[in-house]
């Protein structure tokens, strides 16, 4: 199965504009109660991001590892409501070593459509492209172009790596 990009972006849009968010930081953790979803944190092994499991009532549980660092932590609560809404067949999810620097095999051959799908939400859910592309255009010109990678990272309580990938897939960094 290919990645659907296109799905997974119009998902994260369609919670975006029930949520009515329309400035960053987006709010995940009251997204997630949108969709249903219980958040617990917990220190989990380091390899394991987190995990969403669904009941049978419709409800989910995503649990996120309490010791990565709060902007993993956001990537990773966007990553599972991904999971929730593009993968509804899946009772329980587990997320090891993702998104970015600590993936596994699989991911980094990006081989995985499930995980593609869901980062790509996630990407999405946190940075919105309609929010980056007016924040890109008021730093235009005035700042240095890691010193805007810094300050949307900022923003948006993202990675400079998940801003720049981001950025990069916008096609505002080559």
């Known amino acids: 199965m290919a990645p659907r990009f296109k799905h997974a972006k119009l998902k994260a849009e369609e919670l975006l504009t029930a949520g009515k968010v329309k400035s960053a930081p987006v709010d995940v953790e009251r997204l997630a109660s949108m969709v249903q979803a219980k958040i617990h944190y917990e220190p989990l092994e380091d390899e394991i991001s987190g995990l969403v499991t669904r009941t049978e009532d419709g409800a989910a549980l995503i649990g996120v590892n309490k010791s990565h660092h709060p902007n993993r932590q956001r990537f990773t609560i966007a990553h599972e409501i991904g999971h929730l809404l593009l ?75 998940a801003i720049t990938i981001r950025l990069t897939a916008l096609g505002f960094l080559s």
């Not at 051959?109 to 592309?133: H, K, R, S, W, Y």
């Open 87 to 161: 993968h509804d067949h899946e009772l329980l999810h587990i997320d090891r070593a993702f998104p970015i620097a600590l993936r596994d095999a699989n991911a980094s051959l990006g081989t995985d459509a499930v995980e593609i799908e869901a980062n790509q939400f996630a990407a999405e859910l946190l940075m919105p492209t309609e929010l980056i592309q007016k924040d890109v255009k008021k730093l235009l010109n005035k700042v240095e172009p890691e010193e805007a990678t810094e300050q949307l990272a900022a923003k948006y309580k993202v990675s400079v790596q």
